[in-house]
Structures are given as C-alpha cells and as structure tokens.
C-alpha cells in the first residue's frame, strides 16, 4: 500500500529537549515536504526537498532542521523546541520536480501531534 | 503573494443536500487546483486534481475552476453522514521552481443524517 508513515503520532516533551519526528514514504517520490496546522493559520510549509542532499525552506523554517540523505526518509529536527512550535505535522511526497514538483498532488501522512510544555 | 480566502464554516446541511464548497484567490499565477480532504485525526488526502479553468466530474464530486474570476467550487451530491470532514483547497504555479502549495484554511463540514 502507498503510504507516507510518521512517526511518532503523539509527543509530550519539555522546552530545550532536542526531538526528531521520521517521515518516510514507499512510492519513491522525489519530492518531500513537512508542514505544520494551526487553527486558524492553516496548514503552512516547513521545509521541502527536492531529492536526495537537496533542502530548502518554506514559509516558516525557524527552529527546524531537516535532512535528507536517503530518498525515502525525511526527517523533521527540533534542536531546541519551545512552546510556539506546539502544533500539527504532516509530511508529504510527491512525483518527480522534473515533470514541474508543484503540480504533482501531494501524499500526505497521518500527522504528528506535538505538545511543547 | 499566496493568499487563498476560504471560508472556515461550520457549513452544516442535512443528508442528501447539495454541498458548495468555494476558494478564491489573488495569484494569478496559480494554474494547478486541488481539493482535499481531512478527516479528524488524519492527513488531508486528495479529492479532486484540475488544471486551469473547466470542470472535473468524479462520482458525487464536482470540482469548478473559474480563472477569470479567480474562484473555484467544490460541488458534492447526494451529500452522506461520511462527507463530514474539513475541505481543503490547495494550489500552486508553473511548476519547477520552489513555490509549493498553498492551501486554504479549510471549510468544516457537517452533514447531518
């Protein structure tokens, strides 16, 4: 089944305690991305990756890390969390950016709820 | 400039009514238009996948894109208690360069049995 898996679904943790949410997708898409819900913002992007080695920022990258040294894998990084970043994640994949990345639909994962205390 | 206006509802109709679900926009560069759909708890998942202006059939959906005014529609028929779920509408450019999707905030949706 294709399917873009996060892990973990839920987290509980403390201001300063560095933290890694895992994005990984089994339909060898080029193109990942992390954005983060809020009420009332919507759904904004966090980073994206064009392919394998290649990152870049979204609309709001502070305090994110991401990396991108397998295909499949795409990891979120928090060095440093604190209470703003308290929201819902999602990680998505895409076909191919040589067919033009942003008029491929995006595959979304189930979410990662994050609670900065 | 991204800005994509949805209304946030709640749109609440009893079961069986007809849904219109709309998005305007200001980017006129935007040419890819996406419906998706979020269930609580899950990720937003596709629905309705058109480029630049016409209209899309699939089943009991019915996407519409009107560039010359900027707006596109989401129609559901026969509308079910499973329809129940926030809308998002999504768009983006030309493709190739680093522009991504720009989603709106999403409608939620009820659809009373």
């Not at chain 1, 913002?41 to 290649?54: A, F, T």
């Not at chain 2, 709640?10 to 200001?26: D, F, K």
């Not at chain 2, 708890?41 to 480029?51: A, F, S, V």
């Amino acid at each position: 089944e294709a399917q873009v898996t996060q892990n973990p679904r839920y987290l509980i943790t403390v201001t300063g305690k560095k933290l890694t949410v895992t994005c990984s997708q089994n339909m060898n898409h080029e193109y990942m991305s992390w954005y983060r819900q809020d009420p009332g913002l919507g759904l904004r992007q966090i980073y994206y990756s064009m392919n394998v080695e290649v990152t870049d920022k979204g609309d709001v990258p502070e305090g994110y890390k991401v990396s991108r040294k397998e295909k499949r894998n795409f990891p979120l990084i928090l060095e440093s969390p604190s209470p703003n970043q308290t929201s819902l994640y999602f990680c998505a994949s895409s076909l191919s950016p040589g067919t033009g990345y942003s008029n491929q639909p995006q595959h979304f994962g189930d979410g990662t709820r994050l609670s900065i205390l | 400039q991204k800005e994509v206006e949805q209304d946030p509802g709640p749109l609440s109709v009893p079961e069986g009514a007809i849904v219109s679900l709309n998005c305007t926009y200001s980017n006129s560069a935007f040419q890819y238009f996406m419906w998706y759909r979020q269930y609580s708890r899950k990720g937003p998942e596709l629905l309705m996948y058109t480029y630049s202006s016409g209209n899309k059939e699939d089943g009991r959906f019915t996407a519409q894109v009107d560039k010359s005014s900027k707006y596109i529609s989401l129609f559901i028929r026969d509308s079910q208690p499973s329809d129940s779920a926030t809308y998002l509408c999504a768009m983006s450019g030309s493709g190739g360069g680093a522009d991504g999707l720009t989603f709106g905030k999403g409608t939620h949706l009820i659809i009373q049995p």
